[in-house]
């Protein structure tokens, strides 16, 4: 029998970057231009700014509530409908942006307790979609002022104690690892479940110490075949693993509190199978059929099958249940412009 979380149920908080999507369709000479890679997440530098005005200036553009953390939350909360079910936190700056996103959540029913502040504005994501891929490049801005003194303040902290799961995405490691800690320590000494993703290609070869530090606290850790590649590469294990075998030694890492619960690495690899390792063993998970011609674009799929799989989690299903519901969260968002959702689910 596949093995389940002890906490039958719980509320899922999650800490992040808050960013205002600004999408758009876009030909290969755009991408091009600022030499981006499809279907790839980057931190904007000083060549790439003038992105967002471009976008706006040249091209129809939508805004849309973003950020990894945040896109995974509202699709816990829009498979729930129940109010309540999420909090969230992260920084934004003191503007409009910041009244779009915060309304849309609270909308949704996310307990939402953003961090304010005046030195930058609330950060923006240049989406762009070209076919069915797509490539972000974020200007976090505001995202990057988050300290642990919002997140150690009463009323926030009171939200990690209400919370029973935990999720981070890896670009908050860019931001505040300490914050990240402090919630991941509490989880542990709590028995609580706290789970995180690696994001990005990128944030495992300039953020692997961080990375590491949290994975030791991790009982679930997300991220798709290029991301668990770049992983080991940069962790010293060489470039000839597959990605089974990257799992199992991800899983075999040292563990705090590993008499309580083993750790899951969950393995995505686009149409191919769900990997994931779990004590000693690789157990493979079918991605259902989709039709090409039903793809919008593939922004926050990653994030939306996060979200599948842990509000089957604080539910007390098992692993089958859970990557079943990511893949229906996953394939819901990929026939939705960014991550946008289409009434009530069905699941």
């Known amino acids: 029998m596949a093995e389940t979380v002890s906490i039958t149920e719980g509320i899922l908080f999650g800490m992040g970057n808050p960013l205002l999507d600004i999408s758009a369709n876009v030909e290969d000479e755009f991408i091009a231009k600022y030499k981006l890679e499809s279907n790839n997440a980057i931190l904007a530098k000083d060549e790439h700014l003038p992105i967002y005005e471009e ?30 079910t999420t909090s969230y936190i992260g920084c934004v700056g003191n503007d409009e942006n910041a009244n779009k996103l915060r309304g849309v959540l609270e909308k949704e029913g996310t307990v939402v307790h953003y961090m304010t502040t005046n030195k930058n504005p609330t950060g923006t994501c240049a989406v762009l979609v070209n076919g069915k891929n797509r490539s972000l490049v974020a200007n976090i801005a505001a995202a990057n002022n988050y300290s642990i003194e919002h997140l150690q303040q009463p009323e926030n902290w009171a939200l990690v104690e209400k919370a029973s799961f935990f999720y ?16 991941a320590k509490h989880a542990t000494e709590k028995n ?16 692997l110490e961080p990375l590491k530090q949290a994975m030791e606290y991790a009982d679930f850790i997300f991220a798709n075949e290029h991301e668990y590649k ?29 008499s309580k619960r083993h750790r899951y690495v969950i393995m995505t690899q686009s149409i191919d199978p769900v990997l994931i390792a779990h004590k000693g063993e690789v157990k493979e998970y ?23 799989f842990l509000f089957q ?35």
Not at 192 to 207: C, D, E, R, T
Not at 244 to 256: T, V
């Open 55 to 84: 976008l706006v200036d040249n091209y129809k553009v939508e805004y849309l509530a973003g950020g990894a953390t945040q896109n995974t939350i509202r699709t816990v909360q829009w498979l729930s409908q129940k109010a309540g």
């Open 168 to 183: 981070v995405a890896g670009f908050f490691f860019t931001v505040n690892p300490e914050s990240i800690m402090a919630v």
């Open 192 to 207: 609580k479940v706290f789970s995180m993703n690696i994001s990005a290609p990128f944030l495992a070869q300039f953020y």
């Open 230 to 258: 770049a992983f080991a590469e940069h962790n010293g294990w060489g470039e000839g693993l597959s990605l089974a075998e990257i799992g199992l030694k991800i899983a075999a890492l040292p563990k705090a509190g590993e």
């Open 286 to 308: 079918p991605v259902p059929y989709l039709k090409q011609s039903l793809i919008v674009d593939s922004n926050s799929a990653g994030d939306a099958f996060v979200g599948g």
């Open 313 to 347: 989690l604080i539910q007390g299903q098992d692993v089958s249940e859970c990557v079943r519901c990511g893949c229906y969260g996953a394939q819901t968002v990929l026939q939705m412009p960014g991550c946008t959702f289409p009434g009530k689910p069905s699941f």
